[in-house]
């Protein structure tokens, strides 16, 4: 049990901080590449505008924690679940969390220069329909779900219950948004592929 936790615990702080540099380093390619932003936030004090404030605290304090845990025993104090915290469930996790980064690099890869973080208002952003998103009109909040889940079952605590169930209603809460962002651009073409694809799956 000590190696396992061992790992987890290290693999969850070398986890997020690269998912960090990834996330930064292709935003920042792509803005050096195309000139253009990849980042909306949507405007000040807009329910999209806090959807995305909601986001980043939980993703900054979700970093601070794990690269905290591997020098300090933070785990009393994150309120961890003794029933969940076992070997199988902690890989069951890292293991989710594997999937959800392959997930988000396919889907992101599959966008390439489509890919945006936020509501963008360009009426000249084609609209996906295949591939990945030929099964979900969300592929990419699908596979953060995913790692959502994953990072709770690699943590099982009070702490990663609250950052899966804030994380869930700020993309569910996004996806809507979105939604109406793209009938608004697209029109009937986005109605008739709503009625094809499913939101989730």
């Excluded at 909601?54 to 994150?78: C, H």
């Excluded at 890869?109 to 969300?138: A, C, V």
């Excluded at 569910?172 to 694809?197: C, F, K, M, P």
Aim: charged share 10%; aromatic share 14%.
């Amino acid at each position: 049990m000590l190696d396992i936790e061992l790992f987890v615990r290290h693999f969850l702080a070398v986890y997020f901080l690269l998912i960090g540099v990834q996330y930064s380093s292709g935003a920042l390619g792509l803005w050096r590449r195309t000139g253009i932003s990849h980042i909306k936030y949507g405007p000040k004090g807009s329910r999209t505008w806090w959807y995305r404030q909601t986001f980043n605290a939980f993703r900054a304090a979700i970093l601070g924690i794990v690269l905290a845990r591997v020098a300090w025993p933070l785990d009393a104090g994150l309120g961890i679940f003794p029933v969940l915290y076992q070997p199988a469930i902690l890989l069951t996790g890292v293991l989710a969390l594997i999937v959800s980064f392959g997930l988000i690099g396919y889907v992101h890869s599959y966008m390439h220069q489509n890919w945006r973080s936020g509501i963008d208002p360009d009426k000249h952003q084609p609209l996906l329909t295949e591939g990945p998103f030929g099964r979900s009109r969300n592929p990419l909040f699908l596979a953060i779900m995913v790692g959502q889940v994953g990072f709770f079952l690699a943590l099982p605590s009070v702490f990663s219950l609250v950052c899966l169930l804030a994380g869930m209603a700020v993309l569910v809460g996004q996806s809507y948004r979105e939604e109406v962002t793209l009938t608004n651009i697209h029109g009937q073409a986005y109605e008739v592929y709503q009625q094809r694809v499913p939101r989730w799956l």
